[in-house]
């Protein structure tokens, strides 16, 4: 008998903003706020509709600071506005909030603001909702690595997994939104046996029920992590 994947640790690469907006001749920065809206809803639906534990959102990569500086600093702007509004939501649905990536670079103040939102939620076990800023793949390694400063010796898989900024556990699914197929340094290290789903439809579109025909499809998915079955 077909025994059926179950979905613990969900990831998306939220792609597709820019498009969304350029095709409805609005400025980039509305697909950004459109988005956000999306962060909210599928962030419900996960606690109040499926298994998930884990939820990690690519919101903004090491790269995303090659844009312009306008963009740049809406994108600031919008996470503050976004984080203060959805405390809230955070509480209403006991969502644990946390982060990944290097938040040194950002502004004391939103440094703050998401500490203060950390600590207010962190006995919350609804759903962890982890959203990624400045997180970079390569950039985690690194600090992975050179936080252990390890001998050769101490080095192992299990050693590395344990530094890096996600002790959550293996990543069953990643949905890429937006029509690109690639990962853009997002999670190199725990996407090693995850199954991907790379979908056209862009972010601010990407609804509910979308998302529950992606979780049907994984779960009826072969995954052999390397062996036979
Ligand atoms: C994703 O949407 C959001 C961020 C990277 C911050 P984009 O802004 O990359 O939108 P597209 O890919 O240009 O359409
Ligand atoms: C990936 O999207 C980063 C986020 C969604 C935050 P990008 O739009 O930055 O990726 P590339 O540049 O198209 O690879
Ligand atoms: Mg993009």
Redesign the pocket.
Same mark, same amino acid.
């Given at each position: 008998m077909e025994t059926k994947n179950s979905i613990k640790h969900l990831a998306i690469?939220?792609?597709?903003?820019?498009?969304?907006?350029?095709a409805k001749g609005l400025a980039?920065s509305k697909?950004?706020e459109a988005?956000a809206k999306t962060i909210k809803d599928i962030t419900k639906y996960c606690v109040n509709h499926t298994n998930i534990k884990t939820l990690t959102l690519?919101?903004?990569?090491t790269e995303?600071w090659k844009?312009p500086k306008s %963009?740049v600093d809406f994108?600031m702007r919008l996470l503050e506005r976004y984080l203060k509004k959805e405390l809230q939501t955070y509480h209403e649905n006991k969502i644990c909030f946390d982060v990944i990536g290097d938040i040194s670079k950002f502004s004391t103040k939103l440094q703050k603001l998401i500490q203060k939102i950390k600590d207010q939620t962190k006995e919350y076990d609804g759903l962890t909702q982890i959203l990624a800023l400045n997180y970079g793949a390569r950039d985690e390694i690194v600090r992975a690595v050179k936080k252990l400063n390890a001998t050769a010796s101490e080095i192992s898989e299990e050693s590395i997994a344990q530094a890096l900024d996600t002790p959550y556990g293996e990543l069953d699914l990643l949905i890429r939104t937006?029509g %690109?197929r690639r990962l853009s340094n997002f999670l190199l290290w725990q996407l090693s046996y995850s199954e991907l789903y790379f979908s056209n439809t862009?972010?601010p579109d990407f609804g509910i029920n979308e998302l529950q025909s992606i979780i049907d499809d994984f779960e009826h998915r072969k995954r052999n992590f390397g062996g036979l079955r």
């Amino acid at each position: 008998m077909e025994t059926k994947n179950s979905i613990k640790h969900l990831a998306i690469i939220m792609d597709g903003n820019g498009r969304w907006a350029k095709a409805k001749g609005l400025a980039r920065s509305k697909g950004h706020e459109a988005g956000a809206k999306t962060i909210k809803d599928i962030t419900k639906y996960c606690v109040n509709h499926t298994n998930i534990k884990t939820l990690t959102l690519y919101a903004f990569s090491t790269e995303n600071w090659k844009r312009p500086k306008s %963009e740049v600093d809406f994108l600031m702007r919008l996470l503050e506005r976004y984080l203060k509004k959805e405390l809230q939501t955070y509480h209403e649905n006991k969502i644990c909030f946390d982060v990944i990536g290097d938040i040194s670079k950002f502004s004391t103040k939103l440094q703050k603001l998401i500490q203060k939102i950390k600590d207010q939620t962190k006995e919350y076990d609804g759903l962890t909702q982890i959203l990624a800023l400045n997180y970079g793949a390569r950039d985690e390694i690194v600090r992975a690595v050179k936080k252990l400063n390890a001998t050769a010796s101490e080095i192992s898989e299990e050693s590395i997994a344990q530094a890096l900024d996600t002790p959550y556990g293996e990543l069953d699914l990643l949905i890429r939104t937006g029509g %690109e197929r690639r990962l853009s340094n997002f999670l190199l290290w725990q996407l090693s046996y995850s199954e991907l789903y790379f979908s056209n439809t862009p972010w601010p579109d990407f609804g509910i029920n979308e998302l529950q025909s992606i979780i049907d499809d994984f779960e009826h998915r072969k995954r052999n992590f390397g062996g036979l079955r």
